[in-house]
């Protein structure tokens, strides 16, 4: 079924275009991720569908019994309520219920009643209807799902009569998301959701929503988010919308592939529209073949004409360097523990880091990640314990709040400032790569966004060429194709790295260690991020197996029976099991599907084809693929049907 549809929307402020024949469909169910560069109009479309904002002409077609839930970037909560007052304000039509409910068990305890039995016998059968009725709506378990989702978001610990007007703006905004989930609308409309989510809720609202019974829209910059939920991806791009299927990841490799074919159409058409144009020029002076030159230039005029595919946005560009190498221990940390004297954060803190290593630090909010960076690069003193440097190392600090940059400054001037030694022209190309050019150089860095800011500390941070670099949560403002360039450029960065961040796909795809912060040290992973939690479920598991050993009491070996969490976690690991093996044939059938079409297109090549020997190995080849894939896809099938 159809949920929303919305056809051809329109938005315009003034002379500026944001939304151009934008038409988007949400169906039962569906999981839809919406994606595009900062200012693509993602945020102004979730307000158009949610009825917040008015748009210039289209349609948006929602049935009536369709209800909206619209969670806006950053909107936070505002009540004069307590926490559990504004949570159980969803529930009124179920309290007002119950009260009624209590009401007829008193009137089936009334001794006139119990007297008349015909009546008695009308009250149970209202009393029967509604109470089952009651129950389906959730009403015995609505105080069980407000604990559940405001455990989830991270309120456990905190009084729940605490007023919402005291709360802190990042606190809002998780309340506001805990409201909406509660009132469970048929379609959540999720404009960056996980703005202030540590990877511990995360997880949680990802398992949540991959859960929900309605339809979820969702903006989001955290790609890990989108692959975990997403089935269905659109993306704003030239003020228009093009639909992928599939998760992120997927859009990605769909998106590659659509431009790189019409890029093949355009020089294609291109070439025709030349050998035409060079005909007419050719034959239209000529008696004898100017009626055929003259078809060619109707047949010219005919021809719809193709754009360019434009290959890549316009987006940062910049790489890593380092000016020299530093010795193969880049760092040691010595039973070293961090915080501040009335507050220790971490203690007994001891490891190293080797030349090209790239360590993430991880561990919960307020445990002291971003404050062991700033002990490391000495903004802070250890309480206990050493820092050391090897030989050559040069460190470069990326500060998540931007300390490093002076507010009176230009953007030019801020460069400038710290490179005097630059020719303006090498400053302003420098600039030009992290997206100001024109008038932008001259902006104040106290004017700039969030993003801006980032941009300009990553530009500073390039000219050092410093062969140690630090990040504390270096993605923060950054739009995903920015996140993109610093990945790659990170990648192929010569030198060593320890960054924290919360953003996972970042995490998977840089880290080559992990190292978990405790209050009382550290723990070593050896992997990225996907390997770092595989791990620690298993660690998990195996600590439960040991738990459950069977005992002697008495002499008696006693085998203790299983819990229903034990059942419920044994269920869960043959599913992370089973969905493993899932993705793998998945991307294995993705594979060959690819070798195939490859070895197809090598069988028409001349110089293949003309070959007996090449061309039997090609299809040897082909032929055992698709038997393998027959294979694979009887294999999927089974293991999609338990």
């Known amino acids: 079924m159809i949920l929303l549809q919305a056809e051809h929307i329109e938005k315009t402020y003034g002379i500026e275009t944001i939304l151009q024949d934008i038409s988007l469909q949400i169906q039962t169910g569906e999981r839809v991720g919406l994606v595009g560069v900062?200012?693509?109009?993602?945020?102004?479309?979730?307000?158009?569908?949610?009825?917040?904002l008015s748009y210039d002409s289209g349609t948006i077609r929602i049935p009536k019994e369709v209800s909206l839930g619209y969670l806006a970037q950053n909107g936070g909560l505002e009540s004069e309520r307590t926490i559990w007052d504004e949570m159980m304000s969803v529930f009124t039509h179920l309290q007002q219920e119950e009260k009624e409910l209590r009401q007829l068990e008193a009137k089936m305890g009334d001794p006139a009643i119990l007297a008349d039995d015909k009546r008695y016998q009308q009250i149970l059968e209202n009393y029967s209807h509604r109470s089952e009725a009651f129950k389906e709506k959730g009403g015995y378990s609505y105080e069980g799902s407000i604990r559940g989702v405001l455990h989830g978001l991270r309120f456990a610990d905190m009084d729940y009569q605490t007023p919402i007007r005291t709360l802190s703006g990042g606190q809002k905004t998780r309340l506001a998301l805990a409201k909406l989930l509660l009132q469970s609308p048929t379609i959540l409309l999720l404009d960056e959701p996980t703005n202030y989510l540590d990877i511990e809720t995360l997880t949680w609202l990802e398992t949540y929503l991959q859960n929900y019974q309605g339809a979820i829209l969702v903006v989001s910059h955290d790609r890990y988010f989108l692959d975990k939920l997403v089935t269905i991806v659109y993306e704003i791009e030239r003020h228009r919308a093009t639909r992928y299927v599939g998760n992120y990841s997927r859009f990605l490799d769909q998106k590659a592939a659509r431009l790189e074919q019409e890029l093949?159409?355009?020089?294609?058409?291109?070439?025709?529209?030349?050998?035409?144009?060079d005909f007419i020029a050719r034959n239209?002076?000529?008696?004898?073949t100017t009626k055929r030159a003259q078809s060619r230039r109707k047949t010219l005029e005919k021809i719809d004409r193709l754009d360019k595919p434009i290959m890549h946005n316009k987006s940062v560009h910049f790489s890593f360097d380092v000016s020299k190498m530093s010795g193969n221990i880049v760092m040691k940390a010595s039973n070293v523990a961090i915080g501040y004297p009335d507050a220790v954060l971490s203690r007994g803190l001891t490891f190293e880091i080797e030349r090209e290593e790239r360590v993430a630090l991880v561990g919960p909010n307020g445990i002291g990640k971003s404050t062991l960076l700033k002990t490391i690069v000495g903004q802070l003193n250890a309480l206990k314990g050493d820092v050391q440097f090897g030989s050559n190392v040069t460190i470069g600090y990326y500060d998540q709040e931007h300390r490093n940059l002076n507010l009176s400054n230009t953007v030019l001037g801020e460069i400038w400032d710290e490179y005097p030694q630059m020719l303006e022209k090498d400053v302003r190309t420098l600039l030009g790569n992290f997206l100001f050019s024109g008038d932008d150089v001259q902006k104040r860095v106290s004017d700039l966004s969030g993003g801006e800011r980032a941009r300009v500390s990553l530009a500073k941070?390039?000219?050092?060429?410093?062969n140690f670099l630090i990040f504390d949560e270096p993605t923060n403002h950054l739009d995903i194709y920015s996140k993109e360039v610093l990945e790659n450029a990170l990648y192929d960065y010569p030198g060593t790295i320890l960054f924290v961040s919360h953003d996972r796909y970042f995490l998977n795809k840089i880290a080559s260690r992990v190292l978990e912060l405790s209050p009382d040290g550290v723990s070593n992973y050896l992997g990225n991020y996907d390997y770092y939690v595989e791990k620690k479920q298993e660690l998990a598991e195996l600590a439960a197996e040991l738990a459950a050993q069977p005992t002697k009491k008495q002499g008696v070996l006693v085998q203790p029976e299983k819990t229903s969490y034990e059942l419920d976690k044994e269920a869960k690991r043959r599913e992370r099991q089973r969905m493993r093996r899932l993705e793998e044939i998945e991307a294995t059938i993705q594979k060959r599907e690819a070798d195939i079409v490859k070895w197809e297109e090598e069988l028409c090549l001349p110089e293949i084809y003309s070959d007996h020997v090449l061309a039997k190995e090609r299809n040897d080849q082909i032929q055992a693929a698709r038997e393998e894939l027959e294979q694979l896809y009887d294999e999927w099938s089974s293991l999609s049907e338990e």
Request: proline letters at 0%.
């Open 264 to 277: 093949k159409r355009f020089e294609k058409q291109q070439e025709e529209i030349a050998k035409l144009e």
């Open 284 to 288: 239209i002076a000529r008696a004898t």
């Open 461 to 466: 941070l390039m000219l050092k060429e410093a």
């Open 38 to 52: 900062n200012g693509a109009g993602k945020s102004t479309l979730m307000k158009i569908l949610a009825g917040e």
